[in-house]
């Protein structure tokens, strides 16, 4: 009986191997027609078993990035676009290459915000801020919701403006005559609940990419701190990473 398991567990640890790696391929153009090789193809290239070359592909199947039709063969549904986290830019200037970005503007206003929000904009306990929250598309399709807080002084400027075809960085950095510096970034996986999925036209408890990002103006004042969540099946984060030194 372990033995059996033993096997069971080898296999799916191969096809998770294969897998990662068509996924990279898939991800970085390797198949500009969308087509993947036959079965028997993938095979010889990975050195692996038919079953496991379908293992493989049935776990991109189901995360929505292939599909199998009989007769046809296996063929790339969707690609996802690349967010680079190498520079401090907007989603309109990240994916300029890959379509327009609009904005749904589903609320603004000045609102008084959590504490914790207070706290990390470096806002007295008084102090109110202007909250705006968009679902963003990129050429028509929902790519993400963001949920917005701006210190006051710069964001009341921003109610009058075109917040359905810009990026609130470019505004910014307009109305506070100066450029942005730096931000703090943290990404974590969640799941889309109801509310969520239905605005960004995906499945209840779809996988998500959240990202909590806290942006400073050149002079170090924090400014802008959001939440925003991407589909998971359309966004992948890219970056590069430096060992300048040792311990």
């Keep these: ?19 990662d790696v068509l996924r990279h391929q898939v991800l970085d153009g390797a198949y500009p027609d969308g087509a993947l090789p036959r079965e028997e193809q993938l095979s010889r290239d990975f050195d692996a078993s038919r079953n496991t070359v379908r293992d493989a ?12 039709v009989p007769g046809v063969g296996t063929t790339v549904v969707t690609g996802k676009y690349p967010h680079g986290l190498h520079r401090l830019m907007g989603l309109a200037e990240t994916l300029r290459d890959h379509g327009e970005i609009t904005n749904e503007v589903r609320a603004v206003a000045i609102v008084r915000p959590p504490a914790a929000v207070a706290r990390r904009l470096g806002l007295g306990g008084g102090d109110r801020v202007v909250y705006v929250e968009r679902v ?10 963001d949920l917005t807080y701006l210190a006051h002084d710069i964001g009341e400027p921003l109610l009058g403006a075109d917040l359905g075809h810009r990026d609130i960085f470019g505004l910014i950095e307009e109305l506070a005559g100066q450029p942005l510096g730096t931000a703090e970034i943290s990404l974590e996986a969640v799941n889309a609940d109801p509310h969520t999925a239905a605005l960004l036209e995906t499945t209840d408890r779809a996988a998500l990419l959240m990202a909590e990002r806290l942006t400073r103006l050149a002079d170090g004042r924090p400014v802008d701190l959001e939440w925003i969540r991407f589909r998971g099946d359309r966004i992948t984060m890219q970056g590069e990473l430096r060992r300048t030194g040792s311990e």
């Design 136 to 145: 963003r598309h990129l050429c028509g399709l929902p790519l993400s919701l």
């Design 57 to 68: 592909l049935a776990l991109l199947v189901a995360e929505g990035l292939v599909e199998r």
């Design 1 to 19: 009986m372990n033995t059996v398991i033993d096997a069971h567990r080898r296999r799916a640890d191969r096809a998770r191997q294969v897998a």
